[in-house]
């Protein structure tokens, strides 16, 4: 067993505060966790995760320090839109490993989902993904983007790209 704690405040707490300090009213950790839960909770959008947070306060009071309340839904889109991405999902993957218990038979599937209407450089183009899901934990462990529709993950580089640390 692992001595290590799980906690999204433990993982996510390395992550550099980007903003100006005298513009900061609520705390990065506060903003990620609220939206980790959020997310985790079905919400889908930064509105949807602001309402979350009214309405979890008191839940989530008990373990942010949340000096200035919930932030707005602009807050959220504000930070999440400069925040390093890289360093973001590092510190996810740290958390999600870290609460992963290693089992000898985990069962991990493979899936492909076509994202339809997806733009790049402004010419639609649909984006094929694949992903490892583990069964156990109900999660998605990874995904890589595909160059094409196939049932196959075409080369080794697909199945190192997907990152599953379980």
Not at 22 to 37: G, Q, S, V
Not at 58 to 69: I, S, V
Not at 109 to 118: E, Q, Y
């Amino acid at each position: 067993m692992k001595s290590k704690t799980n906690t999204i405040i433990d993982y996510f707490s390395k992550m550099e505060d980007f903003r100006i300090n005298r513009k900061k009213r609520h705390l990065l950790i506060d903003i990620i966790t609220i939206t980790i839960a959020g997310t985790l909770c079905g919400c889908q959008g930064f509105d949807e995760i602001e309402d979350f947070g009214h309405h979890r306060a008191a839940w989530l009071g008990t373990f942010l320090e949340l000096p200035n309340g919930i932030p707005s839904h602009d807050t959220f889109n504000r930070v999440f839109s400069k925040m390093n991405p890289v360093k973001f999902e590092q510190c996810f993957r740290n958390w999600v490993n870290a609460i992963i218990e290693s089992k000898k038979e985990q069962l991990i599937s493979i899936d492909g989902k076509t994202i339809r209407g997806a733009k790049s450089n402004g010419v639609k183009s649909p984006i094929h993904m694949v992903s490892a899901w583990a069964t156990d934990y109900n999660m998605v462990l990874g995904q890589v983007k595909v160059n094409e529709k196939s049932n196959e993950l075409r080369s080794n580089h697909d199945i190192r790209n997907l990152n599953i640390n379980a």
